[in-house]
């Protein structure tokens, strides 16, 4: 259970973000909730399709990481007010219209915090 109301949470995602890339799908998140760290990335599902974290490229401060190399012994530490941006390689999920993203990862502070959002391209 999130012990960051859903709302607050919701504020980390940069609404109008979404798109489809040469890669995949990528959206933007913005951390302005304070330092963290991350030691997982379950899965990111969009619409009705869930994409592990080995298909999963976080992008922040110019350098990328595969989602399945981020644990507790590679953490990911995001800074607050920090930029990362999120690929998910050869997603076919994305429509036209309005998508439904939902985000579940492991914070070391807080523990297992999922996120769902929705944007329009």
């Known amino acids: 259970m999130n012990i960051?109301?859903?709302f607050?949470?919701?504020k980390i995602y940069q609404?109008?973000?979404l798109k489809k890339?040469?890669?995949?799908?990528?959206?933007?998140?913005?951390?302005?909730l304070g330092p963290g760290i991350v030691t997982g990335v379950n899965f990111i599902k969009i619409n009705d399709q869930i994409y592990n974290s080995s298909v999963i490229k976080i992008i922040k401060s110019n350098a990328s990481t595969?989602?399945?190399?981020?644990?507790?012994?590679?953490?990911?530490i995001f800074k607050l007010n920090?930029?990362?941006t999120c690929v998910i390689q050869?997603?076919?999920?994305?429509?036209?219209?309005?998508n439904k993203?939902?985000?579940?990862?492991?914070?070391k502070d807080v523990g297992k915090v999922s996120v769902t959002v929705s944007d329009v391209i």
């Not at 050869?90 to 309005?98: D, I, M, R, S, V």
């Open 15 to 17: 609404k109008g973000s």
């Open 82 to 84: 920090e930029d990362i």
């Open 90 to 98: 050869n997603c076919l999920a994305l429509q036209e219209g309005l």
């Open 66 to 76: 595969v989602a399945e190399q981020i644990s507790s012994d590679n953490p990911l």
């Open 8 to 10: 607050i949470l919701k």
């Open 21 to 32: 890339t040469a890669e995949g799908v990528s959206f933007k998140l913005k951390n302005i």
């Open 101 to 107: 993203i939902m985000v579940e990862l492991i914070s």
């Open 4 to 6: 960051l109301p859903s």
